[in-house]
Nanobody, 125 residues
Framework: QLQLVESGGGLVQPGGSLRLSCAAS????????IGWFRQAPGKDREGVIC????????TYADSVKGRFTISRNNAKNTAYLQMNTLKLDDTAVYYC??????????????????WGQGTQVTVSS
């Protein structure tokens, strides 16, 4: 079965950048839409950005528009979240998720079948 593992989180100063990776194993990720979600302490899980099987990206969190970019490398069976100009409010556990879809990528977390364990991103001075 498909498994996902996030990596790349850590501590970064405001204005800095991080690139998160979502490495897939078990099955080829190219048949799936991929979403990135985040959950801050005391907050609900929030859809951030997703990419379709056909590489169409949708940003669902207005606060990250222009700062976050999603991409995928099918040869490496890995998806990425490039995060630039990080803000304090970006602090959260970030999760990648996947669902087999031909068209688009859903924003609802309940639509995704497979989840990684999460990686902590902390933005602090």
């Amino acid at each position: 079965q498909l498994q996902l593992v996030e990596s790349g989180g850590g501590l970064v100063q405001p204005g800095g950048s991080l690139r998160l990776s979502c490495a897939a194993s078990g099955l080829s990720l190219d048949a799936y839409a991929i979403g990135w979600f985040r959950q801050a302490p005391g907050k609900d899980r929030e859809g951030v950005i997703c990419i379709s099987r056909r590489d169409a990206a949708t940003t669902y969190a207005d606060s990250v528009k222009g700062r976050f970019t999603i991409s995928r490398n099918n040869a490496k069976n890995t998806a990425y979240l490039q995060m630039n100009t990080l803000k304090l409010d970006d602090t959260a556990v970030y999760y990648c998720a996947a669902v087999r879809r031909i068209w688009g990528c859903p924003v609802s977390s309940s639509a995704y079948d497979v989840w990684g364990q999460g990686t902590q991103v902390t933005v602090s001075s």
